[in-house]
């Protein structure tokens, strides 16, 4: 009798009872057992492609985190919450304005630089230029404001501690920042030009030197061997690589170029970044992730920035619009100044050349090209129109005048000529106080011939006036219209950009600096 389990042995059995429980002949369990029919190249190329991704995830992780750790925020506001219907900037594709600071604060590793009272609070903004990337990324405009530029000061509120400091006028720009913080010097700027920046980056002195060595130096000229004691600059005559203490001294030296004021320093500081530019376009280094993740850690860990910018990607976003730009169209300007009235050793601005500039900003016009106009804001008003029943009348016998109160002297005979050209012969002009705004006053009986006037211009009907004391029309220009011959359209003056990124400037010394 046979048990009810056996088998029968020999050909056509199922094997053993073992391998009824996953085992092969040699009692191997199946599932520890490599598939097989996978050949051998597939498994050494898909553990080595498996090891690849897993170290690039790795790395990818290392680097976010330490840049992020590195990263600094600060409001960008320092007074009125940016209101919710205003749509909020795409940094990838819209415009984009940022603000540069260079703190002049001490504390920590600038401590080297100056004492114990230079490192308190938020420190003056030793450096401050805006930034300004066009929608298309084939235009930048780099605006330097001096340091010395006496300004009004909105009011401001600390948010640390939410304290509020009254707003103050004839203060210097570098110390909208001192008491407020950061957001303050961003909402004098908007103030002062109409514009409305988007994020601001905050430098010290550390930051220049380790980004000038991360970039292997930078090349600079000046006219003549140089020393200047204060910032410690030496330079032979001629072209030098500087980076590190030097850098830092070619940027800080209040003295050493031009007349020793501030304007030299900025022309100098303009230089400085427009060499850099060339070097970073010409090695390609916004395009080497490598590189650019070099001077990104060194960047990060001495700024501060606002909280729309605290993060790694929309870094890398900006240096990716700056890669592919033309260095001919990376414009260097400085707000026109002169001396202040109430102090010689301060500066203010220079009227209308510093409006039309601003208005060419708004604009949103290239710069470096003079005499470029926008088409006029559409006016909710428009000129008066002279009635179809109005009896004609003699150009060539009425009278016009010009009063140029524009402060450009020979703005009354760009106007006078297209006057006289449109038929009125006796049009006369002289020179007036200064005024803001543009106005057309006319005597009684003359409302047809400031009508035409008018239309001539594009002046709006709301700065149109009858005045008895006026005999005829008088044109009184204000500097709101200090170019162009459209009112409402903004230009860009002659000769406003120092230089741009495509030219190699030599600095030119202070004679009382140069290195005998």
């Known amino acids: ?12 059995t199922a094997g053993p009872a073992g391998a009824r429980h996953g085992e092969d002949a040699e009692g191997t369990p199946r599932h520890m057992k490599a598939p097989k029919g996978l050949p051998l190249w597939l498994k050494i190329v898909t553990g080595v ?22 990263i600094t925020k600060a409001p960008l506001s320092a007074g009125e919450t940016r209101n919710a219907d205003d749509p909020l900037v795409n940094d990838k594709t819209d415009r984009l304005q940022i603000l540069i600071l260079g703190s002049d604060t001490r504390d920590g590793k600038n401590a080297a630089y100056g004492s114990t009272e230079d490192s308190t609070g938020y420190g003056h903004s030793d450096v401050m230029m805006l930034l300004d990337i066009s929608a298309d990324n084939k235009r930048v405009n780099v605006l330097s404001f001096p340091r010395d530029l006496l300004v009004d000061v909105p009011q401001c509120t600390d948010r640390t501690n939410n304290q509020t400091f009254p707003a103050r006028s004839g203060v210097m720009i570098n110390e909208a920042m001192a008491e407020a913080g950061i957001g303050c010097a961003v909402d004098t700027v908007n103030k002062l030009t109409g514009l409305q920046i988007d994020h601001f980056m905050m430098a010290d002195f550390n930051a220049v030197k380790e980004l000038s060595h991360a970039v292997g130096g930078v090349n600079v000229c000046v006219s003549d061997p140089v020393f200047d004691p204060d910032s410690r600059l030496r330079l032979a005559k001629g072209d030098s690589l500087v980076e590190g203490e030097q850098a830092l001294a070619f940027l800080r030296t209040r003295h050493a170029f031009g007349d020793g004021g501030d304007l030299g ?82 500066l203010e601005l220079v009227e209308p050349q510093a409006s039309q500039l601003f208005a060419a900003l708004r604009a949103d016009l290239d710069l470096t090209t003079p005499g470029a106009t926008s088409t006029p804001a559409p006016s909710e008003s428009p000129a008066p129109q002279p009635t179809a029943v109005a009896p004609a009348y003699d150009k ?9 109160g524009s402060g450009v002297a020979t703005r009354a005979q760009e106007l ?20 803001d705004q543009t106005v057309l006053y006319y005597g009684p009986g003359f409302a047809d011939v400031a009508a035409d006037v008018a239309s001539l211009f594009g002046i709006p009907a709301a700065q149109v006036q009858e005045a008895p004391g006026v005999a005829g029309v008088q044109l009184y220009v204000g ?16 000769d406003v950009v120092n230089q741009t990124a495509n030219d190699a400037v030599c600095q030119q010394v202070n004679p009382l600096y140069i290195d005998q």
């Open 265 to 346: 320093r900025i022309k100098g500081q303009q230089a400085f970044l427009s060499s850099l530019t060339r070097k970073l376009k010409d090695e390609g280094t916004l395009g080497n992730p490598q590189r650019l993740l070099q001077i990104a850690d060194v960047v990060t860990q001495n700024l501060t920035v606002d909280e729309g910018l605290a993060s790694v990607p929309s870094l890398l976003t900006i240096g990716g619009r700056l890669k592919d730009i033309d260095v001919s169209k990376v414009a260097f300007v400085a707000v026109p100044t002169q001396a202040a009235a109430v102090d010689p050793n301060r």
């Open 396 to 404: 060539a016998i009425q009278p016009v005048a010009v009063a140029n």
């Open 416 to 435: 006078m000529t297209v006057i006289t050209g449109n038929g009125f012969a006796q049009a006369v002009s002289y020179l007036a106080n200064p005024v």
């Open 49 to 70: 492609v498996s090891v690849a991704l897993v170290a690039g995830v790795a790395f990818a992780a290392f680097w976010f985190i330490r840049l992020q750790t590195n």
């Open 1 to 12: 009798m046979r048990r009810r389990d056996a088998r029968p042995q020999g050909t056509g």
């Open 479 to 494: 500097t709101d219209f200090g170019t162009g011959t459209a009112y409402g359209a903004a230009s860009v003056p002659s």
